[in-house]
């Protein structure tokens, strides 16, 4: 059984760091792609950036540029290091992980996996 957890987030002023992990159990593929979304109040679910089962990254438009995300040490393990945070950047953040090739739309159709999500608080 797959089970997602993710650690990290809380409360930043706008301007500055927090860091969110994640951690993938239970998957016995070897090629697996994770991810990263956010769902603001009010708003839709969106994703953020991911790491493809290939290695490859990609990032939202919205966070490109401040936002960096990588593999951590341990397989199937996800960080994303979110500096120069805005007020905008305020949502729920759910760690997202599939099979094979998830592309780099960030759909969360490809995803099949989810964690329960933690709060990232920016403060203006």
């Known amino acids: 059984q797959v089970h997602l957890m993710e650690s990290g987030g809380g409360s930043a002023q706008s301007g500055g760091s927090l860091r969110l992990s994640c951690a993938a159990s239970g998957f016995t593929e070897s090629d697996v792609c994770m991810a990263w979304f956010r769902q603001a109040p009010g708003k839709e679910r969106e994703g953020v950036a991911n790491?493809?089962?290939?290695?490859?990254?990609s990032y939202a438009d919205s966070v490109r540029g401040r936002f960096t995300v990588s593999q951590g040490a341990a397989q199937n393990t996800l960080q994303l290091d979110m500096n120069t945070l805005k007020p905008e950047d305020t949502a729920m953040y759910y760690c997202a992980a599939g099979t094979g090739r998830c592309g780099g739309l960030l759909l969360e159709i490809e995803y099949g996996y989810w964690g329960q999500g933690t709060q990232v608080t920016v403060s203006s």
């Open positions: 790491v493809d089962s290939d290695g490859s990254i």
